[in-house]
């Protein structure tokens, strides 16, 4: 008896439960690929995000991580408050100068790779908040791979910013980090 | 109430005369003025009298009034008298050439880090401070922002565009 939900009607809707996996070679009992494509896999699908809340967008990751909307779905289970063991640094809420360089230690203390998200309007760009004591977006002190807008932004938002994460991560070259492009974008922001 | 706004202007004017002025009573507040080199003497005289005995700084700050040549920047003490519930609000006015007003810190250890933000915001020099820097802002800030000659906005941003934000 067919049951009366679209998502469970084999071939007759464009919603897809399971993600395709790579591109490969398929046989009976192996599936070949490149090694990149599998630890891109592995690595997007298992990000550790490093929640630094300052302000109202703290709150709207709070409900985000709630079980309403369940970050923990897309593989974020572990919010981790430690930098080190961390993949994803989410910056959420206004940042005042005085503040900057405790984000830039955070960010140095995270070992690559690592992955920054920027969000809401304060942390992306300084906001409303145009004024001599807050800094103008927090890519003047770290380069910054995901933003999100709003102000602040919706669970639906943050977790369409994780998603928007998890491609770059996925689609990531394992020699990107030892790249020279790369190791200028580091030198520009004073890092080593 | 024992101790009237007329009594403390009364004890002001037998202590320091016509030094001390400006007298005005905004809400019932007592306001006076003094000249710059005397505020140590006239908050020590406010602290140690026995009746007057104001010896809580509740709040100092100061002011920038840029078209007041020659006593730009106002610093204003708000002291109280716990025991009778008065509260007076007394100003000295600086040259912002040369901003330099003594430290009460001595008199009072709350001074201490309201000193530091005047500092840090309106640029007060407080002579015998023990540890004038910025308190608030970060350290490598190169001006006071609270002075009106700096706008409000932050001054760095390019990308924003001045008809967008009404400038």
Same mark, same amino acid.
């Not at chain 2, 490598?140 to 409000?152: A, G, I, N």
């Given at each position: ?192 | ?53 104001? &010896?809580? @700084? ?7 009034? $840029?078209?007041? =040549?020659?006593?730009? %920047? ?59 820097? &910025?308190? @608030? ?7 006071? $922002?609270?002075? =009106?000659?700096?706008? %409000? ?15």
């Amino acid at each position: 008896m067919a049951r009366p939900v679209q998502y469970n009607i084999y071939g007759q809707t464009d919603v897809k439960l399971v993600k395709e996996g790579p591109e490969g070679y398929m046989g009976e009992g192996f599936f070949g690929t490149s090694l990149d494509k599998v630890v891109g896999l592995a690595r997007k699908n298992s990000i550790w995000p490093l929640p630094f809340a300052t302000s109202c967008c703290g709150i709207e990751f709070m409900a985000t991580m709630a079980s309403h909307y369940d970050l923990a779905r897309f593989g974020s289970e572990r919010v981790g408050f430690s930098p080190r063991q961390c993949d994803l640094l989410m910056v959420m809420g206004t940042i005042a100068k005085k503040m900057a360089p405790v984000v830039k230690q955070v960010y140095l203390q995270m070992a690559e790779p690592r992955w920054v998200l920027a969000m809401g309007a304060c942390a992306s760009s300084g906001g409303i908040f145009d004024t001599y004591s807050v800094l103008q977006g927090i890519d003047q002190i770290i380069p910054v791979d995901v933003y999100i807008p709003g102000c602040p932004p919706r669970p639906e938002a943050v977790i369409d910013g994780i998603l928007k994460v998890q491609d770059l991560v996925g689609k990531e070259s394992l020699r990107r980090r030892n790249s020279d492009k790369y190791k200028q974008l580091m030198e520009s922001y004073g890092i080593q | 109430m024992s101790l009237s706004n007329d009594t403390i202007k009364q004890r002001l004017i037998e202590k320091f005369g016509d030094q001390v002025g400006h007298f005005e009573e905004p809400y019932g507040m007592l306001t006076f003025e003094a000249p710059k080199d005397l505020n140590l003497k006239v908050l020590q005289f406010l602290y140690d009298d026995e009746e007057l005995a104001f &010896r809580f @700084l509740t709040d100092l700050q100061a002011v920038h009034y $840029p078209d007041n =040549k020659g006593r730009e %920047l106002a610093v204003v003490y708000h002291l109280h008298n716990l025991v009778a519930n008065v509260r007076i609000r007394f100003k000295v006015f600086t040259d912002i050439n040369q901003p330099d007003v003594y430290s009460a810190t001595a008199l009072f250890a709350a001074a201490n880090w309201m000193e530091r933000e005047t500092y840090d915001f309106y640029g007060v020099n407080f002579v015998g401070h023990p540890n004038l820097k &910025r308190i @608030l802002n970060v350290d490598e800030m190169d001006y006071f $922002p609270m002075r =009106k000659e700096f706008p %409000l906005e932050e001054q760095t941003r390019v990308d924003k565009d001045d008809e967008m934000f009404g400038r």
